[in-house]
C-alpha cells in the first residue's frame, strides 16, 4: 500500500456523492460508524484487524495528475471539483478499537468525524480492509482455539483471492493467533515467522523417496519435516522418514525442530499409527504435522479421536474463511454537526429490527467482571457520558428490554474501546508491531468466558445501550413514527 495509490479504491458513488456535498454543504461535519451485524462463522466474537492499513491509507489518501485527468474524462466532474480534489487532504478525527481486541455485532470499531466530504470519500476502502482482515483474523482464532495449543500455520496464498488477499490474510491470520505463514512476502513486509516443508514434487523428482529424504535432511538438518504420503505412508513414507532420523542421530546431528507432515488419507488412524512407529524407534519427540482442507470442525474432531498430530497447516478454508467468506461490516452516518457545535443525531430505519442503526456520537465501554477479569457485556454510549464504578450499574438488552442486569458498585471494571488514531487530520496512534498484536489477542480471548469460544452454539455476549443512547434513540423513533 506504501507503493501503489489507492485513492481511486472507492465506489464510483462516493466521488458523484462528495460533488454533491462541493456543490451545497461541504463544510458540514459528521459524525460515521464502521459495525458489523452478526459474527462471522456463527461464532460468539470477532476479532478486530486492519487498522494499520487503515491508517496507511488515509496518510496516503490524494488524488496526483493521472487520477484527476481520469476523472475528467468521465464527462462528469466539473472543473472545480476536480481542482479541489488535486488538493485533497483528509482532515478529520477517526476513532478505532486497536487490532486484536475482540469485538462484537453492533458495537463502532472504528467512527469516523470528518467534513461530509472526505468521510464519505473513505467508506469504501476502509471496510474492503476492515471486512477482510476481521474476517480472517476471526476464522484462524477459531482454528487456533480448536487446536488446542498446537501451532497453526497460515499455508493459504495459492488458494487466496488474489495477491491481496494472501498478503493480509497471511497478517490477519498472524494476529488470530498463528505461529507463522508460507508467505514470504507477508513474512518480509509485516516480520512474521516464515515456515514451509516441500511438496510431492521433491520426493517425485528423485529416484526414491528415501533418496529424496536423505537429501532434504542433509540440506536442511535443524528444521527438517519429511512429508511422507507421496507413495504409501505407512508402508514407504515413515519407514524412510525413520531411516533418514537414524542415520542423522548416528551421524552425531543433534535432532531438534523434526518430524513428519501427513496431507492425505485419514489423518486421525495415519497419525496414531505413525505416532507409534516413531516412537518404537525412539523418536519421542518427533512432531506430526498434518495439512489437507483442514477447519476448526476436522481439527476439533480429529482432536476428539485422539489423533497424534501436534502442528497444523491450514491453508483453503482459513485464508478464504470458506464457511464465511464475507464479514458485512457497513458504514453508517450517525449524526451531523450543528453550527453551535452539537451532534444532532441521526438514524436508519428498517422493518428489520437488527438493522436500525444508532444514532449518535457514541463511544464503547468494555465491562469486566472484576474478580475473573472476565467480559460481562459492552456498553454503547453516547461520547460524552462518565461512569463511575464505584456505583451500581444497571444494563439491558436494548430490543428485549425486559432483559436487564444489576452490577453492584465495586464488582465490575470498565475500560473504553475506542481510542484516537487521527486528530485534525494527524495520525496521533502507533500501530504494535503484528507479532505484539497477535499477544494482545491471545490476551483478548482470555477475557471471553469458554461459553463464547465455543465453536457451535455459543453463548452471545451482550451489546447494550446505555439509558441515554437508548432514550434518544427512542424518542427519535417516536418522533418519526409521527410524522410518517
Known amino acids: 500500500m506504501s507503493t501503489m495509490n489507492i485513492s481511486l479504491l472507492t465506489d464510483f458513488y462516493e466521488l458523484t456523492m462528495m460533488q454533491g456535498y462541493f456543490k451545497s454543504h461541504s463544510d458540514e461535519v459528521v459524525v460515521f460508524d464502521v459495525f458489523y451485524r452478526t459474527n462471522p462463522s456463527g461464532g460468539g466474537y470477532a476479532i478486530s484487524a486492519g487498522l494499520d492499513q487503515v491508517i496507511d491509507y488515509i496518510k496516503n489518501l490524494r488524488f496526483d495528475k493521472d487520477d484527476i485527468a481520469y476523472l475528467g474524462g468521465l464527462g462528469i ?25 475482540v469485538i462484537f455485532p453492533r458495537e463502532p470499531l472504528l467512527k469516523v468525524v470528518a467534513p461530509i466530504m472526505e468521510a464519505q470519500l473513505v467508506e469504501t476502502a476502509v471496510l474492503t480492509i476492515l471486512n477482510h482482515q476481521c474476517l480472517i483474523a476471526t476464522k484462524a482464532s477459531r482454528v487456533v482455539y480448536a487446536a488446542q495449543g498446537d501451532g497453526i500455520m497460515e499455508f493459504g496464498l495459492r488458494r487466496a483471492q488474489g ?14 493467533g498463528c505461529i507463522g505463514t508460507s508467505n514470504v512476502l507477508a513474512g518480509q513486509l509485516f516480520d512474521v515467522p516464515v515456515k514451509g516443508t516441500h511438496a510431492h514434487s521433491w520426493i517425485m523428482s528423485f529416484p526414491d523417496e528415501y533418496t529424496a529424504f536423505k537429501t532434504y535432511a542433509d540440506m536442511y538438518p535443524g528444521a527438517c519435516c519429511l512429508l511422507v504420503d507421496t507413495y504409501d505412508t505407512l508402508k514407504s513414507g515413515v519407514p524412510n522418514a525413520i531411516r533418514v532420523f537414524k542415520e542423522m542421530r548416528e551421524s552425531g546431528i543433534e535432532l531438534k525442530n523434526y518430524g513428519i507432515r501427513l496431507d492425505s488419507g485419514d489423518l486421525a488412524y495415519m497419525s496414531k499409527r505413525a505416532r507409534k512407529m516413531l516412537d518404537a524407534a525412539g523418536f519421542t519427540d518427533a512432531f506430526i504435522s498434518a495439512s489437507s482442507d483442514l477447519d476448526e470442525y476436522l481439527i476439533d474432531s480429529l482432536k476428539t479421536q485422539g ?19 464475507a464479514f458485512g461490516g457497513v458504514y453508517k452516518l450517525a449524526a451531523i454537526q450543528d453550527k453551535d457545535g452539537n451532534f444532532i443525531p441521526k438514524i436508519k430505519l428498517s422493518e428489520n429490527t437488527v438493522k436500525i442503526t444508532n444514532p449518535g456520537n457514541k463511544t ?41 442486569t444489576k452490577l453492584k458498585g465495586g464488582t465490575y471494571t470498565m475500560r473504553e474501546l475506542l481510542v484516537p488514531v487521527f486528530k485534525n487530520g494527524e495520525c496521533v496512534y502507533t500501530s504494535p508491531s503484528v507479532m505484539e498484536i497477535r499477544d494482545i489477542c491471545a490476551k483478548e480471548l482470555d477475557t471471553l468466558w469458554d461459553e463464547t469460544r465455543r465453536l457451535v452454539n455459543p453463548h452471545e ?8 443512547l437508548y432514550d434518544m434513540k427512542k424518542r427519535i423513533l417516536q418522533e418519526m413514527n409521527k410524522e410518517a
Open 461 to 468: 455476549m451482550y451489546v447494550d445501550l446505555s439509558d441515554k
Open 364 to 404: 464503547v465501554y468494555r465491562i469486566y467482571e472484576k474478580d475473573v477479569h472476565k467480559v460481562k457485556a459492552d456498553l454503547i454510549t453516547l461520547a460524552d457520558e462518565t461512569f463511575d464504578e464505584s456505583q451500581d450499574i444497571v444494563i439491558f438488552d436494548p430490543i428485549e428490554t425486559w432483559k436487564r
Open 77 to 101: 466532474f466539473d472543473q472545480d471539483f476536480l481542482d479541489y480534489l488535486s488538493t485533497f487532504r483528509f482532515s478529520g478525527d477517526i476513532y478505532g478499537i486497536p487490532e486484536g481486541t
Open 163 to 176: 495477491p491481496d488477499a494472501g498478503v493480509y490474510g497471511a497478517r490477519a491470520a498472524m494476529i488470530g
Open 307 to 325: 489423533c497424534k498430530i501436534t502442528s497444523w497447516g491450514v491453508g483453503t478454508n482459513l485464508i478464504t474463511s470458506k464457511d464465511c467468506p
